[in-house]
């Protein structure tokens, strides 16, 4: 046991990924491609992939909503651990980023699973709100940062009591620590985490994973 959360070198995060990452051969593929990328950092962690189907498992889901596609990495991790009648609504704004992830989504048979709505994510999920959609299971919320607080309200309105949301990048880099930093971004991230520590319709808890995952429970 101990008090602390243990400093990753990179040694380490080669064992566990060597040892515990399971990850499928579409998902490698995927990887490998989007590494070649411009904008390859905003694929998540092999890891994080890993984590997210475990908790869209754990928890039951049936029905769930990506906030940022990105090339599919995340979708295929949250689709493939829904069961055979899931749905996930993958939200998201550009079209060459999601033409990749919905081959990759043909590849790995998912594409049934998956709805994806080329709009504004805050607009689709007002939509959502407003028809009183089915409540979902679970959220993950990877997108523009100056949002982020927009998509965790509609997202828990949403969600089923238990439901759970999970948030990516909350460390940021480190620079929700460096006061110096002070741009958009940096400032939505702290204050979506502020409020989520405090948030009494949660439970909460922050992740050391990636670049950090803020997971928030419906109460």
């Known amino acids: 046991m101990s008090r602390d959360t243990i400093h990753l070198s990179d040694d380490l995060l080669n064992y566990i990924r060597r040892e515990t990452v399971?990850?499928?051969?579409v998902l490698a593929d995927l990887r490998r491609e989007t590494a070649d990328h411009d904008m390859a950092r905003m694929q998540i962690a092999a890891e994080q992939g890993?984590?997210?189907q475990l908790l869209v498992k754990l928890i039951g889901a049936r029905r769930a909503v990506e906030v940022g596609v990105f090339t599919g990495y995340s979708s295929v991790c949250i689709a493939s651990a829904l069961p055979s009648d899931g749905y996930l609504l993958a939200c998201d704004v550009n079209a060459e980023y999601t033409d990749m992830a919905r081959r990759y989504w043909e590849r790995?048979?998912?594409s049934a699973k998956i709805e994806l709505r080329l709009a504004p994510a805050t607009e689709t999920l007002r939509a959502l709100e407003?028809?009183?959609a089915a409540p979902f299971d679970f959220a993950f919320?990877?997108?523009d940062k100056e949002n982020y607080d927009a998509y965790y309200e509609s997202c828990l309105r949403l969600l089923r009591p238990g439901g759970l949301i999970a948030v990516d990048?909350?460390?940021w880099g480190g620079s929700v620590v460096d006061e110096s930093k002070q741009d958009a971004a940096t400032r939505a991230i702290r204050a979506l985490n502020t409020k989520i520590g405090q948030d009494?319709?949660?439970?909460?808890?922050?992740v050391p994973i990636a670049d950090g995952l803020m997971l928030a429970r419906k109460l």
Do not use: H, P, T, Y
């Open 130 to 132: 407003a028809q009183q």
């Open 22 to 25: 399971r990850e499928s051969e």
């Open 169 to 171: 990048n909350v460390l």
């Open 50 to 52: 890993q984590l997210l």
């Open 108 to 110: 790995a048979g998912l």
């Open 141 to 143: 919320i990877d997108a």
């Open 200 to 206: 009494a319709r949660v439970d909460n808890a922050l």
